[in-house]
T-cell receptor, first 115, second 115 residues
C-alpha cells in the first residue's frame, strides 16, 4: 500500500512568514509523529498524535509551532513567524498506535528553508 | 534520561569489506525498544530492525546482523560483504516506556562503500 506522504517536498519562505506542512499517514495507522532533522543530525521529536489528540507535544520548541489532526488522519504542522533557525527537514511518521513496540514508518520529509 | 550515541560520524570502506556500526544507549527504563533505520541519499528513513529489551538474541537478515548486549548497553549493526548500495546514513534509535512513543535518535553514521 501507499506509504506516508508529505507535501510540499520543498518550501522556501521568508523570515516572519507563516507556513503549513502536511502529512498523510499510512491508511489504518492511528498514531502520527512529527520530527525535525537539521543538517548532519538525527531526527528530533516534535509531537505525537494518537487519533485526533496530541498525546505528547513536549518536543515543540516554542509556541510558534502548532500541529493539528482534526479527523485522526491527515496532520498539519503550522509554524508562525518563521525564523532562519527553523530551516530543516520536517519528517512525519505513522504507526499502528500499539505502544512503544510500534515501528514508525517515515515519509520523505519537507525541506523548509527560511531566508 | 534517554540518550543514543553513535560515536562513528563517518566510515568509508571498500566494497566487499565487512563493517560494524556502533550504537550505545542510555535509559533508566527496564522496558525499551531499539531500532535501526537507513537514510539513503533520497532522504527517506527506511526501517531495518526492532529489538526489545527482553530479547538479547542476535539477529541475522541476509548480509545484515545485529548484536544486542545489555551488559554494555550496545546494539551494534554489522554489514557483511558490503556493497555500494549500502552507502547511506544509518541511525540507531530508542523508545522507552517513560518516553511515551517518541523515538530518540543518535546522530547517525555516514557509511560510504567505495567500488
Amino acid at each position: 500500500g501507499a506509504g506516508v506522504s508529505q507535501t510540499p517536498s520543498n518550501k522556501v519562505t521568508e523570515k516572519g512568514k507563516y507556513v503549513e506542512l502536511r502529512c498523510d499517514p499510512i491508511s489504518g495507522h492511528t498514531a502520527l509523529y512529527w520530527y525535525r532533522q537539521s543538517l548532519g543530525q538525527g531526527p528530533e521529536f516534535l509531537i505525537y498524535f494518537q487519533g485526533t489528540g496530541a498525546a505528547d507535544d513536549s518536543g515543540l520548541p516554542n509556541d510558534r509551532f502548532f500541529a493539528v489532526r482534526p479527523e485522526g488522519s491527515v496532520s498539519t504542522l503550522k509554524i508562525q513567524r518563521t525564523e532562519r533557525g527553523d530551516s530543516a527537514v520536517y519528517l512525519c511518521a505513522s504507526s499502528f498506535g500499539r505502544g512503544i513496540a510500534d515501528t514508525q514508518y517515515f515519509g520523505p520529509g519537507t525541506r523548509l528553508t527560511v531566508l | 534520561a534517554q540518550k543514543v550515541t553513535q560515536a562513528q560520524t563517518e566510515i568509508s570502506v571498500v566494497e566487499k569489506e565487512d563493517v560494524t556500526l556502533d550504537c550505545v544507549y542510555e535509559t533508566r527504563d527496564t522496558t525499551y525498544y531499539l531500532f535501526w533505520y537507513k537514510q539513503p541519499p533520497s532522504g527517506e528513513l527506511v526501517f531495518l530492525i526492532r529489538r526489545n529489551s527482553f530479547d538479547e538474541q542476535n539477529e541475522i537478515s541476509g548480509r545484515y546482523s545485529w548484536n544486542f548486549q545489555k551488559s554494555t548497553s550496545s546494539f551494534n549493526f554489522t554489514i557483511t560483504a558490503s556493497q555500494v548500495v549500502d552507502s547511506a546514513v544509518y541511525f540507531c534509535a530508542l523508545s522507552e516506556k517513560r518516553g511515551a512513543q517518541k523515538l530518540v535518535f543518535g546522530q547517525g553514521t555516514r557509511l560510504t562503500i567505495n567500488p
